[in-house]
């Protein structure tokens, strides 16, 4: 089983669609969870972190589920400039605070 | 904004030799990481890096890797003799010491192996 999975798209949505991800993880033992953006050839970029309690910044809104251990991310009203691949991030601290990156799920967001 | 820098942008070296891919991590910043990314695959750990040595790394990172933090600034990740299959963007990344703060990466250097 990947450490960290998920669906890796593309998902096509037109502009102002609602669009979901999700993202699992294989260890029990991680501690911290973020979702980053990466734009082709780009470095990834913090979009934000994922807190037990679940947490919302603009029309992002990120969940986690630890018992199921998934991590979720919420787009709402999505733009043209969100069309980009968006990469889950877990953080074990017991394995040198290494952060472990998913596949990715591509997003295109269409006129 | 204090970011991390790395440089080159782009090496092109020839198969067997040896490469320095260089970065600066934040100033202030305690943990270090290099990943790499090849064309179209997911981003992959290689090393960590904490108090002057190596905390964590994967099984990418062998032999012909190796980490330095020579001065109080400089990263650099030394592939000695370089294989084809080494041709990727290489990331480094920086973050603050815990394990809730976000790592920051640098634009990485994408290295071509002929």
């Known amino acids: 089983r990947k450490e960290v999975e998920q669906d890796p798209g593309p998902f096509n949505v037109p502009e102002g669609a609602t669009v979901a991800f999700n993202c699992t993880y294989s260890?029990?033992?991680?501690?911290?969870f973020f979702w980053y953006r990466q734009d082709c050839r780009k470095e990834p970029k913090l979009l934000m972190s994922v807190y037990s309690s679940g947490n919302e910044d603009g029309r992002f809104t990120a969940q986690l589920n630890r018992a199921s251990q998934y991590i979720s991310l919420l787009i709402r009203d999505s733009k043209l400039s969100d069309s980009a691949t968006y990469l889950c991030?877990?953080?074990?601290?017991?394995?040198?605070?290494?952060?472990?990156f998913g596949g990715g799920t591509r997003l295109m967001v269409k006129p | 904004e204090p970011e991390v820098t790395q440089t080159p942008s782009h090496q092109v070296t020839q198969m067997g030799q040896e490469v320095i891919l260089r970065c600066v991590p934040i100033s202030n910043h305690l943990y270090f990481y290099w990943y790499r990314q090849i064309l179209g695959q997911k981003v992959e750990f290689l090393v960590s890096?904490?108090?002057?040595?190596?905390?964590?790394k994967s099984e990418i990172f062998d032999d012909q890797f190796s980490v330095e933090r020579p001065d109080g600034s400089n990263f650099t990740l030394k592939i000695r003799s370089t294989k084809l299959e080494d041709s990727a963007m290489y990331f480094c990344a920086s973050r603050t010491t815990g394990t809730v703060t976000e790592a920051f990466f640098g634009q990485g250097t994408r290295l071509t192996v002929v």
């Open positions: 890096f904490y108090n002057n040595e190596i905390s964590e």
């Open positions: 991030v877990v953080n074990t601290y017991n394995a040198g605070n290494m952060l472990t």
């Open positions: 260890n029990s033992a991680s501690q911290s």
